[in-house]
């Protein structure tokens, strides 16, 4: 997350960004990319691994804040290995 900052100064808003890393992190790495200015009305925003950790600290935070937020459509697309 430290490198968001630089990525966006360097490139600008992302078009698409993926969440993968520490699940309880989920929701920092999405508030760090909002303030940094990565994301923009239009950014996709996908989160791996979302349904298999679900009820965990920090996945709970995440979907709550993706479904509440008016900020983000959200829809958990399931998949297999």
């Known amino acids: 997350s430290l490198q968001m900052p630089l990525i966006q100064r360097e490139y600008g808003p992302a078009d698409l960004i993926f969440v993968d890393g520490k699940p309880s992190e989920y929701l920092q ?3 760090v990319a909002e303030s940094c200015g990565l994301v923009r009305p239009g950014t996709r925003v996908i989160a791996d691994n979302v349904e298999v950790f679900k ?3 920090g996945v709970k ?3 709550e804040y993706v479904r509440t937020s008016g900020k983000y459509d959200s829809e958990t697309i399931m998949s297999t290995l």
């Open 29 to 31: 790495y999405l508030q």
């Open 61 to 63: 935070q995440y979907l």
């Open 55 to 57: 009820d965990f600290d």
